[in-house]
Nanobody, 126 residues
Framework: QVQLVESGGGLVQAGGSLRLSCAAS????????VGWFRQAPGKEREFVAA????????GYADSVKGRFTISRDNAKNTVYLQMDSLKPEDTAAYYC???????????????????WGQGTQVTVSS
């Protein structure tokens, strides 16, 4: 199975940057697509970005395109989310996730993911 742990969250001013990390256990993790999601208080969990197992294909929510970059280093079993030009509306708990099986599809709906980390809080002040 896959176990995921997020890190890198914190408090940052608008316009600043953060890089989130998703560290995974399990030797087969490199063959799984991975998604980043976020959830603000009182709001539904929403898709942020996803990356294929090879890193060759990525997808982003319209709200973060041009500002966030997802990448992975399979040798380190880690997926990253580089967040630049942060806005107050980016404030949320951020989660990385993996589906229960490996395939070629980048899923944007959280219902397709079964492995989740505990989340890391990102707070962006004005």
């Amino acid at each position: 199975q896959v176990q995921l742990v997020e890190s890198g969250g914190g408090l940052v001013q608008a316009g600043g940057s953060l890089r989130l990390s998703c560290a995974a256990s399990g030797r087969t993790f490199s063959r799984y697509n991975v998604g980043w999601f976020r959830q603000a208080p009182g709001k539904e969990r929403e898709f942020v970005a996803a990356i294929s197992w090879s890193g060759g294909n990525t997808g982003y929510a319209d709200s973060v395109k041009g500002r966030f970059t997802i990448s992975r280093d399979n040798a380190k079993n880690t997926v990253y989310l580089q967040m630049d030009s942060l806005k107050p509306e980016d404030t949320a708990a951020y989660y990385c996730a993996a589906p229960p099986f490996s395939d070629s599809i980048l899923y944007y709906n959280p219902v397709h993911y079964s492995y989740w980390g505990q989340g890391t809080q990102v707070t962006v002040s004005s």
